[in-house]
T-cell receptor, first 112, second 116 residues
Framework: DAKTTQPNSMESNEEEPVHLPCNHS???????IHWYRQLPSQGPEYVIH???SNVNNRMASLAIAEDRKSSTLILHRATLRDAAVYYC?????????????FGTGTRLTIIP | DVKVTQSSRYLVKRTGEKVFLECVQD?????MFWYRQDPGLGLRLIYF???????EKGDIPEGYSVSREKKERFSLILESASTNQTSMYLC???????????????FGPGTRLTVL
């Protein structure tokens, strides 16, 4: 599986945008980029995913570099509830591959 | 509201005991997964199942077995618990995908197992 690299930790002020980077220089053409997050004392939850184009949903936006070797998860206006560990995961979307390989993620701290 | 539930939030067992961790999902999902989570190592896949009575080894299956007798239930079994199996155990489920489709995994709240 192709690997991802994320900073161990980041801090952001409440109500400001947050940009969480992820490097994936060995990404293959069939790898989708998934983001999950894990709030304290909970299991991970899905945030967003994409292949080539930028994606938006109610939780976040995903900006994907043109060469696909990096991506950025954008929280437009961070709240205290967004404090979590954020995981960037590559998943080969060939039919039959259901596995997710989690790294250690980025621990996001929100400062009130 | 979709749900993955795990039988216990906290569990304390002794070395050598047989331990059962139960996971139930109410979403009619075909795929179910067991992970363990340890500080500095992230989540690691132990076993997964894509159908009743089917199982596949994940990245770290040693010391574990699983059982899937019903679609909604996936059990993780520690035949003889050891101290190095002290960890947070997370269960997840997902819908079976057709070619080109993507389905997210839904996770339970986790069971923190301590083996003394």
């Amino acid at each position: 599986d192709a690997k991802t690299t994320q900073p161990n930790s980041m801090e952001s002020n409440e109500e400001e945008p947050v940009h969480l980077p992820c490097n994936h220089s060995t990404i293959s053409g069939t790898d989708y980029i998934h983001w999950y997050r894990q709030l304290p004392s909970q299991g991970p939850e899905y945030v967003i995913h994409g292949l080539t184009s930028n994606v938006n949903n109610r939780m976040a936006s995903l900006a994907i570099a043109e060469d696909r070797k990096s991506s950025t998860l954008i929280l437009h206006r961070a709240t205290l509830r967004d404090a979590a560990v954020y995981y960037c995961i590559l998943r080969d979307e060939d039919f039959g591959n259901e596995k997710l390989t989690f790294g250690t993620g980025t621990r996001l701290t929100i400062i009130p | 509201d979709v749900k993955v539930t795990q039988s216990s939030r906290y569990l304390v067992k002794r070395t050598g005991e047989k331990v059962f961790l139960e996971c139930v999902q109410d979403m009619d999902h075909e795929n179910m997964f067991w992970y363990r989570q340890d500080p500095g190592l992230g989540l690691r896949l132990i076993y997964f199942s894509y159908d009743v009575k089917m199982k596949e080894k994940g990245d770290i299956p040693e010391g574990y077995s699983v059982s899937r007798e019903k679609k909604e239930r996936f059990s993780l079994i520690l035949e003889s618990a050891s101290t190095n199996q002290t960890s947070m155990y997370l269960c997840a489920s997902s819908k079976d995908r057709g070619a080109g489709e993507i389905d997210e995994q839904f996770f339970g709240p986790g069971t923190r197992l301590t083996v003394l």
